[in-house]
């Protein structure tokens, strides 16, 4: 399916099968993607910050300088994703499956379960690494700004 370009800001996409698709600079603001499978989807600068992705299925998405800053990305699957300069600046990423993933990610990110626990920096690397994915390497908002 080849979505790039398309204009989703607001879209209502929880449970939808977006496996494989091409979603590259989509414009993604503000939509609902709750549950929704995005498996192997190419999502290279889409813009889908402040967005809901609890409990997506996002297992080896090409995440490429993509912005979810803002975004609840709370019990889903970032498994085996590739990051290139991928901002979580305050996602929620609590029960989040990392294991696999490698790529470079811009913090601060909110891992906390039961109450909000921002990381950044060094701590936020050894959360990724405690998590399976040892490859992600981080970088403090200041450093690439």
Same mark, same amino acid.
């Given at each position: 399916?080849?979505?790039?370009?398309? &204009?989703?800001?607001?879209?209502?996409?929880?449970? =939808?099968?977006?496996?494989?698709?091409?979603?590259? +600079?989509?414009?993604?603001?503000?939509?609902?993607?709750?549950?929704? +499978?995005?498996?192997? =989807?190419?999502?290279? +600068? =889409?813009?889908?910050?402040?967005?809901?992705?609890?409990?997506?299925?996002?297992?080896?998405?090409?995440?490429?300088?993509?912005?979810?800053?803002?975004?609840?990305?709370?019990?889903?699957?970032?498994?085996?994703?590739?990051?290139?300069?991928?901002?979580?600046?305050? =996602?929620?990423?609590?029960?989040?499956?990392?294991?696999?993933?490698?790529?470079?990610?811009?913090?601060?990110?909110?891992?906390?379960?039961?109450? %909000?626990?921002?990381?950044?920096? %060094?701590?936020?690397?050894? &959360?990724?690494?405690?998590?399976?994915?040892?490859?992600?390497?981080?970088?403090? +908002?200041?450093?690439?700004?």
């Amino acid at each position: 399916m080849k979505l790039d370009i398309a &204009w989703l800001r607001l879209a209502q996409l929880s449970g =939808a099968d977006l496996s494989g698709a091409d979603l590259r +600079k989509v414009q993604g603001q503000y939509c609902r993607a709750r549950h929704a +499978k995005l498996c192997g =989807a190419d999502l290279q +600068k =889409a813009d889908i910050s402040d967005s809901d992705f609890l409990g997506a299925d996002l297992s080896g998405a090409r995440l490429q300088r993509v912005p979810f800053s803002g975004s609840d990305l709370r019990q889903a699957s970032l498994r085996d994703c590739s990051f290139q300069t991928t901002r979580f600046s305050d =996602a929620r990423l609590a029960d989040c499956d990392v294991r696999g993933a490698a790529g470079l990610v811009i913090g601060p990110i909110d891992v906390g379960v039961d109450s %909000p626990h921002l990381m950044d920096g %060094p701590e936020l690397q050894g &959360w990724f690494a405690a998590n399976g994915a040892p490859d992600v390497e981080v970088h403090q +908002k200041a450093d690439v700004d």
